[in-house]
């Protein structure tokens, strides 16, 4: 869960793995997966903090997902720049 604030100044908690989207427009909307819109006053790399901040409190860890491969010659190769990071389940963590 994370702290936002509406653009009116009020603060609500909202559960950071519903967040689908985060834009700027020029506010910042978070758009939920539920397809609920939130406008808040933080900007997105604030709200992409917190998430990520969350997210290792809870126990996921957050670095790159697949190492570089080796190519046939065994010159080293590069990975996928579509699979670079994710985000996965900390081995010592009970959270499913």
């Known amino acids: 869960m994370i702290t936002l ?3 009116d100044g009020s603060c609500f908690v909202v559960n950071a793995d519903l967040i689908e989207t985060v834009e700027s427009r020029p506010d910042t909307v978070v758009t ?3 397809k609920k819109i939130l406008v808040v006053k933080e900007s997105p790399e604030v709200v992409i903090e917190r998430v990520v901040d969350y997210r ?3 126990g996921w860890a957050i670095g790159p ?3 570089p491969t080796r190519e046939d010659d065994g010159e080293p190769g590069k990975a996928d720049p ?3 990071l ?3 389940q900390h081995p010592g963590s009970s959270a499913a």
Request: no cysteine.
């Open 5 to 7: 604030t509406r653009l």
């Open 82 to 84: 579509k699979q670079r």
């Open 65 to 67: 997902s697949i190492p």
């Open 56 to 58: 290792r409190r809870a």
């Open 86 to 88: 994710a985000v996965y």
């Open 32 to 34: 939920l997966v539920t």
